[in-house]
């Protein structure tokens, strides 16, 4: 299988959430992905915490994290839009989307899994 820049970029930032949020993220996936010279977009999906199902959407350079409610809505994790060029640095930004993912989930199930 030959991978395209779409790939490369997804499976590089799934390398990242894995990195940064270790064991709190766990069946990560790489969705919906298209390469074309017009349009360019790939989805992460993934459990965090143990607790919420989070999506990663990236689609003509901007993305953001957002805690899947169901099939057609989610609560968005940043505070504003990003493009994936603008970001800088990944570990700050990921946990900023940690802090975010934390805040929702109550400390009692947080200290209960040893993440509190």
Not at 18 to 45: C, L, M, Q, W
Not at 77 to 95: F, G, I, P, Q
Request: aromatic share 14%; glycine share 6%.
């Amino acid at each position: 299988m030959q991978l395209n820049n779409m790939d490369r970029l997804a499976m590089g930032l799934c390398d990242k959430i894995e990195a940064i949020f270790g064991d709190r993220a766990g069946t990560i996936s790489i969705y919906d992905v298209v390469e074309d010279p017009n349009h360019r977009a790939f989805k992460i999906k993934f459990i965090a915490y143990d607790y919420f199902g989070i999506q990663f959407s990236y689609e003509l350079g901007l993305m953001g994290f957002s805690i899947v409610l169901n099939d057609q809505f989610g609560v968005s994790l940043s505070k504003h839009k990003y493009a994936y060029s603008e970001v800088e640095d990944w570990e700050r930004y990921l946990r900023e989307i940690m802090a975010e993912i934390e805040l929702r989930i109550p400390d009692k199930f947080l200290k209960a899994k040893g993440w509190l």
